[in-house]
């Protein structure tokens, strides 16, 4: 049951209304956008919502179980707000959605009927079409530790401990030679052994790229040459004489996390818990009960 203010429920008594719906987007990275179906701007709660976005919504779907109720937005790729790389980029990604219905004669005559969050979104030449599911697809989301022979933390955060500020474990590269879209050798990092940045990331500093991270699949070196791999392709092409700054890696394995950093103490996952080998174990009275492969 949604509480109306006592103007907006007198608005809508009188039988004429001038009703709109605006939509509020607030990014990961802390923009927040607006958008609206009325004909011109209207302004709340510190955000412009502006008309001719290229941004519209179809039907509002819910239900009364637990199943995660949806509604499609679509816009166009051209909107001076919403472009490609955008997209591309993640930038919209799970942002945060909450849905107005507005007096657009009166915009403090307003309530909010639904938040949400942007799921799936389908691209095509021109446009795209963005799933918005509602707070519901949370409870399908795993929260909390997993019990694991893997580290479940994340290299660098408090749980780790590991300083990924310090020059140890990061250095700064420059591209010298493009080898695919995604991979290509790069001097500065000599002093690194190979496979220190595996599962690492880099850090765009100049070029098309600049301020994105992407995740490292490969480290290699070999006469003192850098070849990098990473896991997915920039949204941007990447050039000679970009620059970077490269952190290292972990695999989350304790051997890992013993021999690279010395860093056992703080290690958060259960090497010793038996695998799916301990289902098909035979019975033995000597040793093979410690989680270990047989």
Known sequence: MKSLSPALQAHLDDGTTTLSWCWRISR??????????????????????EPESG??????????DLAVDAQDASGVLTSDRITETDILDGRWDNAAVELWRVNWADASQRVLLRRGA??????????FVAEVRSLA???????GRTFQTGCDARLGD????IDLKSAIYKGAGVVTDLLRD??????????????WFTSGTITWTSGANAGRITEVLAHALD????????????????????????RAGCDKRIETCAARFANVVNFRGFPNI??????????????????SVL
């Open 274 to 291: 038996p695998g799916q080998d301990a289902v098909l174990r035979y019975a033995s009275k000597g040793g093979g009960h410690d989680g």
């Open 137 to 143: 697809h949370v409870l399908g989301q795993t929260v």
């Open 182 to 195: 995604r991979a290509f050798m790069a001097s500065g990092l000599s002093g690194f052994d190979a496979g």
């Open 28 to 49: 990961s990275d802390g923009v927040a956008l607006g958008f609206t179906d009325h004909d011109r701007t209207l302004s709340f709660d510190g955000t412009a919502f």
């Open 118 to 127: 942007v799921g799936q979104i389908r691209r095509g030449r021109m446009a």
């Open 55 to 64: 941004f519209a919504a179809s039907e509002i779907r819910a239900g009364s």
């Open 223 to 246: 006469s003192g040459i850098a070849t990098y791999t990473l896991l997915e392709a920039p949204v941007r092409a990447i050039f000679e004489g970009d620059s970077f700054i490269a």
């Open 158 to 161: 408090a749980r780790c401990g």
